[in-house]
């Protein structure tokens, strides 16, 4: 399905080009922020809970999968403010891009620049094919199937846990093969709509030899019923040069759909389990 725009499509487009953005980055000694480290621990508000009775894996997929085919049906625009930047330990700022993300369905995306600064050469081979490659996934130029889907990952279930004040199932992500497109890690599923909340992992393969380990944070909010991208931070620890970072905030965001999701939405149901 072509103009992937939910919470599920965001994800592939971001895995797929972690190993890019750092391999660029493997000329510049910028050391990673401490702090996005303990702002995305402090996103956790409690420990992991028991799952409720009966809940599968399978069962939770079932339901992720309809909540995000009926979300795909009914968004048919957005447009979102987007701040890429690479920092260092103290919080200066290397390079950094701004400007504004539209989306039209199914499969148009445009980004207008409005203010850039820091190195030219970061954002010339990092950030810019970063963004030409989101761009040119949507419109399908980019065949990779890294979705999240059953062809690709196993959900293996390991109880629920608050995310914020979303009350989420907390899943292990087992990719189905090596592949750097796919990754490992844990997923926030909401209970109540099957939203994906929040995804934290790492490339299932390693990216390249420069390229030790790559760790990413991805953080939605809910807008209008539709779950959206707001904050990815990355990690990537580069032989010879330590540890990078690199984060993208998504803010401001105007959404429109195109029919109400409650109108599409029969028969997808809450999973309470069995008791």
Known sequence: MRGRTTA???????????????????????????????????ELASPVGPLRPGVTGNQIFDR?????????????DYTALRTYRVVDVNGRVHAEEVG????????????????????????RLALNPLI???IETTAGRQHRDSTISPANYDLDPVGEQQVGSYNCFVVRAIPKRRDKYLFEGKIWIDVEDYGVVR??????????????????????????????????????????????????DHQDYSVNSSVGI??????????????
């Open 64 to 76: 992720l999968l309809a909540h995000n085919a009926i979300r795909i049906a009914a968004l048919a």
């Open 199 to 248: 995804i934290e992992g790492h490339p299932a393969k390693k990216l390249s030899f420069w390229i030790d380990r790559a760790d990413f944070v991805r953080q939605y909010q809910k807008i209008d019923n539709f779950w959206l991208p707001q904050r990815d931070v990355t990690f990537v620890q580069v032989r010879l040069y330590g540890r990078k970072a690199l984060t993208i």
């Open 132 to 134: 030409a490659s989101e």
């Open 262 to 275: 409650e109108e599409l939405g029969g028969g997808t149901g809450r999973l309470v389990g069995r008791h």
């Open 100 to 123: 504004r993300m539209e989306y039209r369905a199914p499969d148009q995306k445009t980004f207008m620049v409005t203010s850039e600064k820091g190195s030219t050469l970061i954002r």
């Open 8 to 42: 599920l499509a965001n994800t592939r487009i971001y895995l797929n080009f972690v190993g890019a953005v750092f391999l660029a980055l493997t000329s510049f000694a910028v050391r990673a922020n401490a702090q996005l480290d303990q702002r995305s621990e402090a």
